[in-house]
């Protein structure tokens, strides 16, 4: 479905004018949210549904949560990011492991030998802690997603600023294979502490 309004303008006070789309597959969204920054939106404009929140408001089908304003959102996760994560886990695990051991063999007085076999030792094992981790975060990374797409869809709002960017973003979302793509408006509301 494909319900579309390009005339608009920006959303009256209280109320805001977002495009909303569901996505299949986790990699045309990250390649849609890269277009779409590219585009000129922020990250601030895009946002992702918030599954785990969501749930607890009775809200577990994508197109539940489409035109909710209740809806609970959150920044989408690249991949990228995630490697990222992935890479700072195992690399500071080792990091961290080679540093302490270094610094409790040469604080003993052990020989130069000795302290490069306990770093050598201490690195490689808390970089097998930090591989463990690294595991854990793609494991959760990759259910999210699933779990989302068995629900429907991943869900993603683009808040629009001018009629230029309701195009932009339309087009974006349309050439990333999105499915249910629509612009709405709805009334701003605000998060509780």
């Known amino acids: ?62 197109q539940d949560l489409e035109d909710d304003p209740r809806a609970p959102r959150t920044v989408f996760v690249s991949k990228a990011s995630i490697g990222d994560a992935e890479g700072v886990l ?38 097998l802690v930090g591989l463990y981790l690294r595991g854990r975060v793609h494991r959760r990374y990759i259910e999210s997603m699933r779990d989302q797409i068995r629900h429907g869809g991943i869900v993603l709002w683009v808040n629009l600023h001018s009629p230029e960017q309701e195009r932009n973003a339309v087009d974006i979302l349309k050439q990333c294979s999105a499915k249910r793509i629509h612009v709405h408006e709805v009334p701003v509301v605000s998060e509780e502490l």
């Open 90 to 127: 195992i690399g500071g695990a080792v990091y961290l492991g080679a540093v302490v051991a270094a610094g409790f063999a040469a604080s003993s007085g052990a020989s130069m030998s000795t302290i490069v076999l306990a770093v050598a030792l201490s690195g490689g094992l808390t970089g």
């Open 1 to 62: 479905m494909i319900a579309l309004d390009l005339g608009g303008s920006a959303a009256p006070a209280g109320r805001v004018r977002e495009a909303v789309a569901v996505f299949d597959d986790p990699d045309r969204l990250d390649t849609a949210i890269s277009e779409l920054q590219q585009c000129g939106f922020s990250r601030a404009d895009l946002s992702v549904a918030d599954r785990g929140r969501a749930r607890k408001l009775g809200l577990s089908e994508a």
